[in-house]
């Protein structure tokens, strides 16, 4: 099992940057990759980024150029940086990873963009 907690949310004008953390811990040794999905309010939640233990990523197309992904070799922290926030970024942050048979997902941070 995993267990995943977010941090780093809160409310900034657009154009600013906020960094949102995943803390992850449980049977981390297993992960392969992990990745950040949001979630606005009457919309579907949607992947935003993801990064595997090789350091590949993957971006939607609507961050690409403004959010980066990272994390530390353990996986004990997975990192989204934000920059150029635009108010249409507002939503719940979610930390995410699958371990067979289950997909583990934080709590959420709420980010919230002022126009």
């Known amino acids: 099992q995993v267990q995943l907690v977010e941090s780093g949310g809160g409310l900034v004008q657009a154009g600013g940057s906020l960094r949102l953390s995943c803390a992850a811990s449980?049977?981390?040794?297993?992960?392969?990759?992990m990745g950040w999905y949001r979630q606005a309010p009457g919309k579907e939640r949607e992947l935003v980024a993801t990064i595997t233990s090789a350091g590949s990523t993957v971006y939607a197309d609507s961050v690409k150029g403004r959010f980066t992904i990272s994390r530390d070799n353990a996986w004990n922290t997975v990192y989204l940086q934000m920059n150029s926030l635009k108010p249409e970024d507002a939503a719940v942050y979610y930390c995410?990873?699958?371990?067979?048979?289950?997909?583990?997902w934080g709590q959420g941070t709420q980010v919230t963009v002022s126009s």
């Open positions: 449980g049977s981390i040794f297993s992960i392969s990759a």
């Open positions: 995410h990873t699958y371990l067979y048979p289950m997909n583990y």
